[in-house]
């Protein structure tokens, strides 16, 4: 992989929706691979399913290239019951926590992540890959990479297992014996991580447009009620998020300009310094915030579905055409060089 810019992808939660996202890597990967790929993954929900396969596209053949072929496989062809398992009438009476049983994504992703690809994200050359859940024990989100001291694939699947975990709809997964949910609970879209690694380009993908859309359903299921109150307060999280990241975008960009214009008088420049590193700026200007742009743009133009745990294959091809055809539209060069 060229040493070009330190590139991150970050992908937001949305469920089936991901495979606008996949589109968007389809159109990065036919147009711009030859040039470099990312040097940072990372998501949460379905963008912590993703993050590792897109990590795995800038391994040498042929991993890299089978890895992209798996991606797109799953988002164009796995159905609603190979995430997940309804449970009937007398399992709900008998489980009161949960609507839907999460064993066949578990065997999805234990049966995709190969132990040799897992393998080499742990690798030096492999970027930084990382997923976010919610530990509901400690109310923190908690953000886990392959390269992680003492990771092993079986507690990174479950890491990415706990990530896509929708509350109620989906069983909690169980990590060090705590309860784990939704990194999109806290954290839909990771932008920080990213930027604590020390990430220059950020590439978000949305996966809801920039104005929230309404509907017509009338919600007289439960499930329905708690996925449209789980995306309202998802998509003002979100916001919050990108202004944050915006925000110590601004910061990286003053302190630069500053530096540059005392760069000839030292006594000046010492002092900036000096300032700059205070504790209490360390969220806008820590030394490892090297973040100089954010590609703004790439999500759909409108809402793709009202239920995104509905995994239909048809339609999820029609999203991937419409995630390459917004990627070709604001990716015009790239974003490796």
């Not at 690798?123 to 997923?131: G, L, Q, R």
Request: hydrophobic share 40%.
């Amino acid at each position: 992989m060229p040493d070009n810019k330190k590139t991150a992808l970050v992908i937001s939660g949305g469920g089936a929706k991901g495979a606008f996202a996949v589109g968007v890597i389809k159109h990065l990967y036919l147009k711009y691979r030859s040039t470099g790929w990312f040097k940072i993954t990372g998501g949460s929900s379905t963008g912590a399913l993703i993050s590792p396969m897109a990590a795995l596209i800038a391994a040498p053949d042929p991993i890299g290239s089978q890895a992209f072929e798996k991606l797109e496989y799953i988002y164009t062809h796995v159905t609603t019951k190979d995430i997940l398992k309804k449970q009937n009438i007398f399992e709900l009476l008998l489980r009161l926590d949960c609507l839907n049983e999460s064993d066949p994504l578990s065997r999805l992703l234990h049966r995709e992540l190969r132990p040799e690809w897992f393998a080499w994200l742990r690798s030096p050359e492999a970027p930084d890959c990382y997923v976010v859940y919610v530990n509901y024990q400690t109310g923190q989100k908690v953000a886990v990479m392959p390269k992680d001291e003492g990771m092993n694939r079986e507690k990174f699947i479950q890491a990415m297992l706990a990530s896509a975990s929708v509350p109620v709809v989906m069983e909690a997964t169980i990590i060090d014996k705590d309860v784990c949910y939704d990194g999109g609970v806290r954290d839909l879209l990771p932008f920080s991580k990213a930027i604590d690694l020390g990430a220059e380009i950020i590439v978000p993908i949305f996966l809801s447009p920039e104005n929230y859309g309404s509907t017509q359903n009338r919600f007289r299921r439960m499930d329905k009620i708690l996925l449209r109150t789980l995306d309202i307060l998802i998509d003002e999280a979100t916001r919050n998020d990108v202004e944050m990241a915006e925000l110590i975008n601004i910061g990286f960009r003053a302190k630069h300009e500053l530096f540059s214009v005392f760069a000839k008088e030292q006594s000046v420049l010492d002092k900036l310094k000096n300032v700059f590193n205070k504790s209490e700026f360390h969220t806008l200007f820590g030394p490892e915030k090297r973040l100089i742009k954010i590609i703004t743009g790439l999500r759909p133009d409108e809402q793709l579905t009202d239920d995104s745990l509905t995994f239909d294959p048809t339609k999820m091809r029609l999203w991937v055409e419409l995630g390459k055809q917004k990627g070709k539209a604001i990716l015009k060069e790239s974003p490796f060089i």
